[in-house]
């Protein structure tokens, strides 16, 4: 049997996941007739089902995005595009957007076609909703990562989990 290989994204996020842990200290065994009681060590809390990261935005734009109340400056639409041909148009929109000082963007992906429901199960394929699917992982890529602040899903009146907010830095020049 041979080994999977992590990608690189799974290497990135396991680093992620386990970077603030610590080896546990190393305990002698208890001898037979040792007084001294046994330390107990508190477990650490449970991790949310969602890691926690940072936001570059304050509290009153999240809770404006959240909740719908902000107009993208821009809109980005991928509907119908292979997913190389969506890589090269928000990479080029994205860079244009943040020479213009835009902040809020808006980028539709659409959620994919459901399955038929006499359609087989497909176990490997990525058929249905590949744009919806790259497209945050797009946006995590080292290329974007200086210049977007937050990215989330859109609130439904905008498209809601076929469409991302991207809200991007202030210009350093401007």
């Known amino acids: 049997m041979t080994r999977r290989v992590p990608s690189e994204e799974e290497r990135a996020l396991f680093e992620a996941t386990f970077r603030d842990t610590r080896p546990l200290k190393k305990t002698r065994p208890k001898r037979a007739g040792a007084s001294k009681p046994v330390r107990k060590i508190a477990a650490p809390p449970l991790a949310a089902s969602k890691p926690v990261k940072p936001s570059g935005i304050d509290g009153n734009t999240e809770r404006g995005l959240r909740q719908g109340e902000r107009a993208p400056d821009a809109r980005l639409d991928l509907h119908g595009l292979s997913e190389a041909s969506a890589h090269r148009?928000?990479?080029t929109f994205l860079r244009g957007a943040q020479a213009r000082g835009l902040r809020l963007l808006l980028v539709v992906t659409g959620k994919g076609k459901a399955d038929a429901?006499?359609?087989?199960?497909?176990?490997?394929?990525r058929k249905r909703g590949v744009l919806n699917a790259m497209?945050?992982?797009?946006?995590?890529?080292?290329?974007?990562?200086?210049?977007?602040?937050?990215?989330r899903p859109a609130h439904r009146k905008h498209g809601g989990a076929g469409a991302l907010y991207v809200y991007l830095r202030k210009n350093a020049g401007r």
């Open 117 to 125: 429901p006499d359609e087989p199960f497909d176990l490997g394929g």
């Open 135 to 151: 497209t945050p992982r797009w946006l995590r890529e080292s290329e974007f990562a200086g210049f977007i602040a937050d990215v």
């Open 89 to 91: 148009a928000l990479a």
